[in-house]
C-alpha cells in the first residue's frame, strides 16, 4: 500500500504567511488603536472646520473626508500592488495628500487652540502623531490581513502547490507558458517581484500579464 504524503511548505512560503489567530490578535490591537488616533485627529480637524467658519453641523464631515481618504488610499495602494506601479501611482498621490492635509490640520489646531501650557511647536507635534498613527496602523492592518492563509478543518495550512521550474529550464519556457506559471505563482501568494526573479523577467511584464488575464 503506497501512503501519499502531503507535500511539506518550504521555508520561504511559511515565512509568506501568517496564522489565522496571530492575525485576529493583532487586528484587534490595531483596530483599538486605530479608533483612538482617528477620535483624536477627528475632534481636532472637527474643531479647525468650525474655526474656519464651518458651520457645527457640518464641520464634522471635514475630518471625515481628510482621514477617510487616508485609510481608503492606503488599502487601494496595497489591493493594487500586484498591478504595478502604473496602478498604484493615483492612490499613492491620494494618500500622500491625506496624510499631508491631516497632518497639517491637527498641528495647526494645536497652534491656534494651545494656551499656553507648552510650546506650540511641541503641541503641534503632539498632534501630529494620531494623523500618522491611524496611516501606519491601516497599513500594517492591511498587510496583516492581505498574508493570512486558509487553514482547513484540521488546522493545517493548505497552499496551492506548483512546481517551480528549474533555473536550467527558465530559458526554455514560452511566453505563453510562463504567463501560465505567472498566474499559478499569484494564486500561491507570491509577489510580482519574486515572480519575475523567478521566471527571469521585469516585475512590470508581470503586473502587464496579471492585469489583463
Do not use: C
Amino acid at each position: 500500500m503506497t501512503t501519499t504524503r502531503s507535500p511539506v511548505p518550504s521555508t520561504s512560503e511559511a515565512a509568506g504567511s501568517v496564522s489565522r489567530w496571530v492575525v485576529g490578535s493583532a487586528v484587534g490591537g490595531t483596530v483599538a488603536i486605530a479608533l483612538g488616533a482617528f477620535w483624536l485627529s477627528f475632534t481636532a480637524l472637527a474643531d479647525l472646520a468650525r474655526r474656519a467658519g464651518i458651520p457645527a453641523g457640518q464641520a464634522w464631515v471635514w475630518p471625515l473626508i481628510v482621514d477617510g481618504i487616508t485609510v481608503v488610499a492606503t488599502i487601494s495602494v496595497v489591493a493594487l500592488a500586484p498591478h504595478g506601479r502604473r496602478a498604484t501611482w493615483y492612490p499613492w498621490t491620494l494618500l500622500v495628500a491625506g496624510a499631508t492635509i491631516s497632518v497639517a490640520g491637527n498641528a495647526t489646531h494645536a497652534m491656534v487652540a494651545t494656551e499656553g501650557d507648552v510650546p506650540e511647536l511641541l503641541a503641534a507635534v503632539i498632534a501630529s502623531v494620531p494623523p500618522l498613527v491611524l496611516l501606519a496602523i491601516t497599513h500594517l492592518t492591511v498587510e496583516l490581513t492581505r498574508r493570512t492563509t486558509a487553514a482547513g478543518p484540521d488546522g493545517a495550512t493548505h497552499r496551492h502547490t506548483s512546481q517551480a521550474p528549474t533555473p536550467a529550464s527558465k530559458p526554455s519556457l514560452r511566453r505563453a507558458d510562463r504567463r501560465a506559471q505567472a498566474q499559478a505563482y499569484r494564486r500561491d501568494g507570491w509577489t510580482n517581484t519574486r515572480i519575475a526573479k523567478e521566471l527571469g523577467v521585469h516585475p512590470s511584464t508581470i503586473g502587464r500579464w496579471l492585469a489583463s488575464q
